[in-house]
């Protein structure tokens, strides 16, 4: 049964920076192709960024150059740094297995609010 469990999110400022962690189970990681995604209220589940199992990395224009996403495989980690934080990132925040596939299963979600 895939697990994903997302963490690091909260209460930041605008032009802070945030690191967001998700710890997988149940699948073997190193394989996957995998991606964050978000959902602002009212709004509909947008991708954010995605990593391949070869390390290949894509981002939505409203976070091309403020991002970075990675991966550990040896600790089954998949991790998303936003940088200059802004209030329009506020949203819920979801790792999901698979590339851009906003159907897949998602964990519980780590809250990001971008306010001052």
């Known amino acids: 049964e895939v697990q994903l469990v997302e963490s690091g999110g909260g209460l930041l400022q605008p032009g802070g920076s945030l690191r967001l962690s998700c710890a997988a189970s149940?699948?073997?990681?190193?394989?996957?192709?995998m991606s964050w995604v978000r959902q602002a209220p009212g709004k509909a589940l947008e991708w954010v960024s995605g990593i391949l199992s070869n390390g290949h990395t894509g981002y939505q224009a409203s976070v091309e150059g403020r991002a970075t996403i990675s991966r550990d495989n040896a600790k089954n980690t998949l991790y998303l740094q936003l940088n200059s934080l802004k209030a329009e990132d506020t949203a819920m925040y979801y790792c999901?297995?698979?590339?851009?596939?906003?159907?897949?299963?998602r964990g519980q979600g780590t809250q990001v609010t971008v306010s001052s």
């Open positions: 149940g699948f073997t990681f190193s394989i996957a192709d």
């Open positions: 999901t297995k698979g590339y851009y596939n906003l159907g897949a299963p």
